[in-house]
């Protein structure tokens, strides 16, 4: 077992202190802080392992484990030392736990490792909920054994965590709760559509694709593979009779069609939250173009954001390789050439030079969804008469 060299006193302790706590601070993902709370509450007492369990929401009875350099492990809730703290909500000090009955040996039996002193408490949120229980093993420096003051310390360590556990917890719901109303959203928008919603789909693919050859970060290009589906949403609101217009829009029929961006910003707006608020900016600015002829701000350049420049690329691509009910979809080179033309007018010149070296790759991805979406089609309708 590798053990890091942890010096013990007073101003060590304050270094922990102060480096996880910056660090625990940034981090807002779940198992990265269980991964950090450990390296904490460890280098903090002087333990050799620190572990981490939460209760398993799925199986109701068991504990995921994290430990460092250890794959997370699955323990019955009720039994052990974590079982028994996370029964009674109190914390436990042993230094002999081959006399107590609450250490379960099986795992050491099992593992070869020896356990020769535990420190064992809850983390609780908050309002006192139980989170999980955090689990030091061994004292490695002085005695051997843990102290009221260890105690102490890996309380105040785990009290830290919860509340940035719970921080971490809740934005993941609400990230989920975004996720789930923009698919709604992006479904509803689709009801009306000539073609079931393939439209939002494939501008959410080839917005992907363009976001990574852009060089957007992982992240980015998740939010918006995320949020570009919704850049229609103002649709909604525009009456069918303009959209199925087998012929040009007049120029009355045209200023309605062009508020659908206003339209789809306004229906999104009123969030502050990420994903929502991204969607809204795509909405809004997906039908701006880059010389400042666009609608509805007529904004120019590096003003545009760029989630929004990227869907109007990928929106005009896939519009034109569409049949619309007023003219047959465009063969492909005749997109490339407009595509090349409206590089630097209608399209950011750079994500325009990204487009035409990648036209394969997006022909493709492109039909990749259309067949999809049609091996998904309902089959077809049993006769009316039975
Ligand atoms: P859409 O058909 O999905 O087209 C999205 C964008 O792709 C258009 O934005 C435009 O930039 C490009 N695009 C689509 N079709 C053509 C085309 O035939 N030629 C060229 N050069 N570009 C094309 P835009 O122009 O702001 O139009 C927004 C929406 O307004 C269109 O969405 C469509 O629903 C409607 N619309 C535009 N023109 C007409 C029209 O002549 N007749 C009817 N009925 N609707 C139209
Ligand atoms: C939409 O998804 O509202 C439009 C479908 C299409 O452009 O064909
Ligand atoms: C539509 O899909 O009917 C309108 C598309 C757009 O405005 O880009
Ligand atoms: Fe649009
Ligand atoms: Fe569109």
Redesign the pocket.
């Given at each position: 077992m590798k053990k890091d060299p942890t010096p013990q006193g007073d101003t060590s302790a304050e270094s922990t202190i102060s480096s996880y706590i910056n660090r625990i601070a940034a981090e807002r993902d779940i198992d990265r802080l269980l991964l950090l709370l450990a390296g904490f509450g460890r280098d903090l007492i002087g333990a050799d392992r620190c572990t981490v369990g939460l209760p398993d929401e799925k199986d109701g009875t068991l504990w995921s484990k994290v430990a460092h350099a250890v794959p997370r492990i699955k323990i019955p809730r009720t039994s052990g030392i974590a079982g028994w703290v996370a029964t009674h909500g109190e914390a436990l000090l042993i230094n002999d736990p081959g006399n107590d009955e609450r250490f379960d040996s099986a795992v050491d039996r099992l593992t070869g490792y020896h356990t020769q002193s535990i420190l064992a408490l809850p983390i609780k949120d908050a309002d006192g909920r139980m989170f999980g229980v955090i689990q030091a093993v061994n004292k490695t420096t002085g005695s051997g054994t843990f102290s009221n003051a260890d105690r102490e310390h890996l309380q105040l360590a785990a009290a830290y965590v919860g509340q940035a556990l719970e921080t971490a917890r809740r934005q993941e719901e609400i990230e989920a709760s975004q996720r789930e109303i923009i698919l709604t959203m992006a479904e509803a928008g689709e009801v009306r559509?000539?073609e079931a919603g393939r439209?939002a789909r494939r501008v959410a693919a080839c917005s992907r694709l363009l976001g990574e050859f852009h060089g957007l970060s992982e992240d980015e290009t998740e939010v918006l593979r995320l949020c570009s589906p919704t850049?229609?949403i103002g649709?909604i609101a525009i009456p069918d009779s303009l959209?199925q217009k087998p012929s040009k829009l007049d120029d009355t029929e045209w200023a309605i069609?062009k508020t659908?961006p206003t339209l789809g910003y306004d229906m999104l707006k009123h969030s502050e939250r990420r994903l929502l608020h991204s969607a809204a900016i795509i909405a809004w600015q997906?039908?701006e173009r880059w010389d400042g002829t666009g609608y509805p701000c007529g904004l120019v350049g590096d003003a545009i954001h760029i989630y929004a420049r990227i869907t109007a690329l990928a929106?005009v691509f896939d519009?034109l390789a569409s049949d619309r009910p007023w003219r047959k979809a465009w063969e492909m080179n005749r997109i490339v050439k407009l595509f090349e033309e409206e590089r630097g007018k209608h399209f950011d010149p750079g994500l325009a030079g990204i487009f035409l070296e990648n036209v394969d790759a997006l022909v493709k991805i492109r039909n990749a969804v259309q067949d999809r979406a049609e091996k998904q089609a309902a089959p077809p309708r049993p006769p009316a008469e039975r």
């Open positions: 559509s000539r439209h850049h229609d649709i959209l069609m659908h997906h039908h929106d519009a």
